[in-house]
C-alpha cells in the first residue's frame, strides 16, 4: 500500500470523504494499477519512475529541482512550463506515488477560488494536527484569473501547501507575478525525434504497451515521428489507432498505409490565444523581414490551416509593409493593403491566395525601417521635451484675429518657387538642422538618398548658393533645381 494520501477536487468544488482508489484524480492509473489494460496507451506508458523519464535530462542531474521535487527532498514550490506531450502530467504522477505527501490534483478548467480556499484549509488543518504535507497540483494554470492565482499566495508563502503547477503557456505573461516570484520555474523542452522513436520502439515491446504483438515498421515509425513534432501523447496515440487497424486486418506488422489510414492528418500545434499564436506570427513577420520567401509561405499557410484570423494576418502584413519594406518599396504598403481589403471583400479560402501573393512581394522586396527609425528618433525628442513653440510664420492665420498677432506673417509658399522647394524654417528652433529620416540605397529610397541632401540644403540654407528664395540665376542654383525636379 502507498504512503501517500491523495486527493482529487471536483468540478464542485469539494473533497471527497476519502481518497480514490487508485490516486488522485486517476493520477496513477495505467502504470500498473486497476484500469491499465483500458487505459489509453500514452496512460499506459508513463513512466513509474523518475529514471524513465526521458528529454528533461538538464532538469534530472542529482540535487536538480525536479528530481527533488519528485524525491520529495525540499519542499519548493514548482511551475512546469513546456509545450504539450513533454512529460508536465507525467511530472504531477511521478510526484503523486513517490512522495510522503498528500497530494490534491485540480484543473484550471474546472476549479475556483472556492476549490482552492477548501484545499488551503484542509491542508492548514493536516498540518496543525501533524499530518502529512500537502502537495497541490493545477494543471493549466495559465487558465486561473488574477483573483484565483491571488488566493494562491499566501498558502505557498508560508508552505501550507507545496505548489505543483503545469501550463503551455509563457509564464512569464500568463501567471501573477507574485506567484511567479515564490515558484521555482522549470522549463520542459519538446522532446526531438530520437527520444519519441525511443519511446515508440517502447510502446511495441513493453507489456504496458503493445507487448510484442505487433511489428512497426520503420517507414511507419518515421511517419508517427513526423506528424508527432515532439508531442509523445500525440505519437503514442497515434500508434494505438495504427495498431487497432492492423489488428482488424489480423496483420502482424504496422505497416506505412496502415499508419496512413489510421491517422488522418496531423494536427497543427496553434493555439490562437497562446504562445503558438505568438511564436508562429513572429516566425511569419521575421522570414519576410529576412527575405526567406519559402518560410514566410510555410508560416502563413500554418496559420491558415490552424484557422488563424486572415483579417488579422493582413494587418501585420500591412504594418511590416511601412516598418520592414517602406521607401525601400513604397508599392508594398498598397499591395498589403490590397490584400487587406481582399480578406475583407472576398474572403477565405480564395483570399488565401491574395495572402499568398502579398507574402511573397513583401518577403521579397528590399528592405528598410528608415521609416521606423525616424519615427522612433522624433518620438524619442518630443517625450524629452524637447520642441519649443511653433514658429509663427506657421501657425494658423485664417481666423479673425490671426494677423494680428502675427500668425502665418513671412510665410513663402513653396509652389511660388521655380522648384517647388525654398528655405524656410519648418521645425522649432530647438530641433532646428535635426535629422530624422536617414535613408538607405535599398531599391527604390536609393534615389530618395540621392534627393534628400539637396531639399535638406535649399530648405536649410546651410551656405547654400540657392538659398534664397526665388533664387536660380546663378549656375549652382540651376544645377541643385534640376537635381531636386529629378
Known amino acids: 500500500m502507498e504512503s501517500d494520501v491523495l486527493f482529487s477536487v471536483s468540478a464542485a468544488g469539494g473533497l471527497p470523504a476519502a481518497p480514490p482508489a487508485g490516486g488522485a484524480a486517476g493520477m496513477d492509473r495505467g ?32 540535487g536538480a529541482p525536479l528530481r527533488q521535487l519528485v524525491t520529495g527532498d525540499a519542499p519548493m514550490s514548482v511551475i512546469l512550463w513546456g509545450p504539450p506531450g513533454c512529460g508536465k502530467t507525467t511530472v504531477a504522477h511521478l510526484v503523486a506515488r513517490a512522495t510522503n505527501r498528500r497530494f490534491v490534483a485540480m484543473s484550471a478548467l474546472s476549479a475556483g477560488v472556492r476549490d482552492v480556499r477548501a484545499v488551503i484549509d484542509e491542508a492548514r488543518r493536516q498540518r496543525r494536527t501533524g499530518g502529512l504535507p500537502t502537495v497541490l ?56 525525434a530520437d527520444a519519441v522513436r525511443g519511446l515508440l520502439r517502447r510502446a511495441v515491446t513493453d507489456e504496458r504497451g503493445l507487448g510484442g504483438r505487433r511489428r512497426l515498421a520503420k517507414a511507419a515509425e518515421d511517419h508517427l515521428v513526423r506528424l508527432a513534432g515532439g508531442d509523445v501523447r500525440k505519437a ?12 482488424a486486418r ?121 521609416a521606423t527609425t525616424a519615427l522612433a528618433a522624433a518620438v524619442a525628442d518630443v517625450r524629452a521635451g524637447k520642441g519649443g513653440a511653433v514658429p509663427a510664420h506657421l501657425r494658423d492665420g485664417h481666423y479673425s484675429g490671426a494677423r494680428g498677432l502675427g500668425h502665418g506673417r513671412g510665410y513663402h509658399y513653396p509652389h511660388d518657387d521655380h522648384r517647388g522647394v525654398l528655405t524656410q524654417q519648418y521645425p522649432p528652433d530647438e530641433l532646428a538642422g535635426v535629422d530624422y529620416y536617414r535613408p538607405t540605397e535599398h531599391g ?37 533645381a534640376g537635381e531636386v525636379q529629378q
Open 31 to 62: 502504470v500498473g494499477g486497476t484500469g491499465a489494460d483500458t487505459a489509453p496507451l500514452p496512460v499506459r506508458m508513463r513512466p513509474a519512475s523518475i529514471d524513465e523519464l526521458i528529454g528533461q535530462d538538464h532538469l534530472l542531474a542529482p
Open 137 to 192: 497540483f493545477i494543471d493549466e494554470v495559465h487558465r486561473f484569473s488574477k483573483t484565483q492565482q491571488d488566493s494562491l499566495l499566501a498558502a505557498v508563502e508560508d508552505r501550507t501547501v507545496t505548489l505543483l503547477a503545469a501550463t503551455t503557456e509563457n509564464p512569464h505573461f500568463s501567471v501573477i507575478s507574485p506567484l511567479l516570484s515564490r515558484c521555482v520555474l522549470l522549463t520542459l523542452r519538446p522532446l526531438d
Open 250 to 370: 489480423d496483420a502482424d506488422e504496422i505497416d506505412l498505409s496502415t499508419a496512413e489510414q489510421a491517422i488522418d492528418v496531423a494536427a497543427v500545434r496553434y493555439d490562437r490565444d497562446g504562445d503558438a499564436h505568438y511564436d508562429v506570427t513572429s516566425a511569419f513577420i521575421k522570414s519576410m523581414r529576412g527575405s526567406d520567401v519559402d518560410a514566410a509561405l510555410h508560416w502563413l499557410a500554418r496559420m491558415l490551416v490552424a484557422g488563424e484570423d486572415a483579417r488579422f494576418i493582413a494587418r501585420r502584413m500591412v504594418i511590416f509593409a511601412s516598418e520592414d519594406v517602406g521607401m525601400a518599396d513604397p508599392g508594398a504598403l498598397s499591395v498589403a493593403t490590397a490584400a487587406a481589403h481582399a480578406v475583407e471583400y472576398v474572403g477565405l479560402p480564395e483570399a488565401q491566395l491574395n495572402l499568398a501573393q502579398a507574402t511573397i512581394h513583401l518577403a521579397t522586396a528590399p528592405k528598410s525601417n528608415s
Open 444 to 480: 527604390a529610397e536609393r534615389a530618395v538618398a540621392a534627393r534628400l541632401p539637396v531639399l535638406r540644403r535649399i530648405v536649410r540654407g546651410a551656405s547654400s548658393p540657392v538659398a534664397d528664395t526665388g533664387a536660380g540665376s546663378d549656375d549652382s542654383g540651376s544645377q541643385a
Open 236 to 247: 503514442l496515440t497515434a500508434l494505438e489507432a495504427a495498431a487497432a487497424a492492423a489488428a
